[in-house]
């Protein structure tokens, strides 16, 4: 996370607590969600990463939850993927399918109040761009028992600058859950 130029960047990526109220701050603006039909995914369709973190085996079932935070002029700010047990209870179940709120706004509505754990933080590719580098942050959302929600969010470059302070960062990027879970239907 150090390696990042950006001071917002950084404070972004380092945050153990809601990324929404950041972003808001950064962008100076009011976000919005857009959140795609929330899918029930067999998890043996996901990089064995998140099913790890999850503790899920190939035949447990998922949540699936595909989002966008944007800017109130419709800019997108983060493109966001979000992994839930089955299992969970009514309030994180309903939280996860609002399709009108951020996440964790949703979160702390119901009175949901979870463990942030960071797996990784770093570069991935912006989605729809081949050549375009975009800050990312993959964590966890825990209670008591362990990993209930995998989050990964990337950053718009345009408004989260993804610029590294020294030469030493490798110019290759590796996705932070895996472009193919971005993009599955």
């Not at 990042?4 to 153990?16: G, I, N, P, V, Y």
């Not at 067999?42 to 966008?68: E, F, H, K, N, V």
């Not at 939280?95 to 009175?111: K, Q």
């Not at 979870?114 to 959302?141: D, F, H, M, N, V």
Request: with cysteine; hydrophobic share 40%; glycine share 6%.
């Amino acid at each position: 996370m150090n390696e990042f130029d950006s001071a917002a960047t950084r404070m972004l990526l380092a945050c153990e607590g809601m990324t929404t109220p950041l972003l808001q701050a950064v962008a100076r603006t009011v976000i919005r969600a857009q959140v795609d039909p929330v899918v029930d995914v067999a998890a043996g369709r996901l990089p064995a990463s998140i099913r790890c973190a999850l503790r899920l085996t190939a035949r447990d079932r998922c949540r699936l939850r595909r989002s966008q935070l944007t800017a109130a002029d419709g800019q997108t700010l983060s493109h966001n993927l979000v992994v839930a047990r089955e299992d969970l209870d009514a309030p994180l179940r309903q939280a996860i399918g609002d399709r009108e709120t951020p996440l964790g706004f949703a979160l702390a509505n119901a009175g949901v109040t979870l463990r942030r754990r960071i797996l990784r933080a770093g570069r991935a590719r912006w989605p729809g761009s081949e050549r375009l580098s975009c800050a990312c942050k993959t964590y966890t959302l825990d209670d008591r028992q362990g990993a209930l929600i995998y989050i990964c969010e990337r950053f718009n470059p345009s408004h989260i600058p993804a610029a590294i302070r020294a030469a030493r960062w490798p110019d290759s990027v590796t996705p932070c859950c895996g472009n193919a879970v971005h993009a599955m239907s």
